[in-house]
């Protein structure tokens, strides 16, 4: 290739590469997936660096090199007082603070109710969310929620509304089910990352949780995926955009 050629071909790979978003995944077993997540995250291009605190690896002291953090869920509380779980409540301070783009699933927004002072509780009655449950918008969450949206849970936890968040979801036996916080830090309770070998897997190695109070049979579950799936995709795939467009490229 001519020298001319051949630097123009640099420019632009440079130009693409400093146009990529890096994401920061944090998951909190050696099996755990990010599931459609990730799949999402790449199809727009972005590049994901998986970490396992809990495995040993570090947290970055920043979010210079990260355009954007997820926290995934795990089987864990936010109330364990394990070094892992109490690093990553502390850690998140850090995209908060820097307003890069944070979404907490699960436990990851558990440990973001907690970060910000917000109460992470069972009920009295150990009831739990597991399987396909309707959530309802609040008047800030109606550009984002359908009304109602069903999605699919496996908690036996959830948290307080923080002072200075903002609900967007509400359900019945764990009234927050997503928050805002600031401009681009968002909690959700449920899991729009799951695939159908990742339902499987959870159904198969985590079967004691169906015999817990609220918990759907397994059939119910496969049953309600293939009513609910599909739009649960299509959600992920609009607030990834939404998620996205508050991020900027490292």
Known sequence: MPSGRLETARRRSKTVHSMTRRVLIVLHQERSNPGRVAQELRARGCELDIRRPSLGDPLPETMGEHSAAVIFGGPMSA??????????????????????????ICLGAQ?????????????????????????????HGEHLFNNPQYVYQWHGEG????????????????????????????????????????????????????????????????????????????????????????????
């Open 79 to 104: 109330n364990d007082n394990l070094p892992f779980i109490r690093a990553e409540t502390d850690w998140i301070s850090v995209p908060l603070k820097e307003e890069k783009p944070y979404l907490g």
């Open 159 to 250: 948290f307080d509304l923080p002072c200075g968040a903002v609900q967007l979801a509400e359900g019945d036996d764990f009234p927050v089910q997503a928050m805002r916080y600031g401009k681009s830090a968002y909690g959700i309770q449920f899991h729009p990352e799951l695939t159908s070998l990742m339902m499987n897997a959870w159904l198969i190695m985590a079967r004691h949780r169906l015999t817990q109070p609220g918990a759907q049979p397994d059939e119910h579950q496969r049953r309600g995926r293939l009513q609910y799936d599909a739009a649960l995709k299509a959600w992920l795939s609009n607030f990834l955009d939404h998620w996205l467009g508050e991020a900027q490229p490292v």
């Open 111 to 139: 440990l973001m109710a907690k970060n910000l002072g917000a109460r992470v509780y069972g009920r009295e009655d150990q009831r739990c969310e597991v399987g396909y449950f309707p959530i309802r918008p609040t008047e």
